[in-house]
C-alpha cells in the first residue's frame, strides 16, 4: 500500500484525488475531472457489457450511461452523494 501511495506522489506531487466516485455504495477516489461508462463499470469491478446506471441521489433519477460515455466530475465529497453509480 505505502508503495502505492509513494508511486502517487511521484506521477503527481503534492496533488492528491481531487474527485470521489461512488460506485455501488463504496466510495472511490479519482483525479481526473471526467470518467468514461467502462472506468465507472472497472472501479465497481464488473463486466461494462452489464451496464452502468447514474443514479442522481436528490430525486432519485436513474439513467442509463451509454457505452463511452464521459461524465464530467464536480469535485469532493457533494458528488459522491448527490450522484451514484451502479451496474444495470
Known amino acids: 500500500m505505502e508503495q502505492q501511495q509513494e508511486s502517487a506522489k511521484t506521477e503527481h506531487p503534492g496533488k492528491g484525488p481531487k474527485f470521489e466516485v461512488n460506485v455501488e455504495g463504496v466510495i472511490h477516489e479519482w483525479s481526473l475531472p471526467t470518467i468514461t ?25 436513474e439513467r442509463q450511461l451509454r457505452p463511452g460515455e464521459t461524465i464530467e466530475l464536480k469535485p469532493g465529497m457533494g458528488f459522491a452523494k448527490k450522484r451514484r453509480f451502479r451496474r444495470g
Not at 46 to 61: Q, R
Open 37 to 61: 461508462t467502462e472506468q465507472v463499470a472497472a472501479l465497481g469491478g464488473f463486466d461494462p457489457a452489464l451496464g452502468v446506471l447514474e443514479i442522481d441521489l436528490t430525486t432519485n433519477e
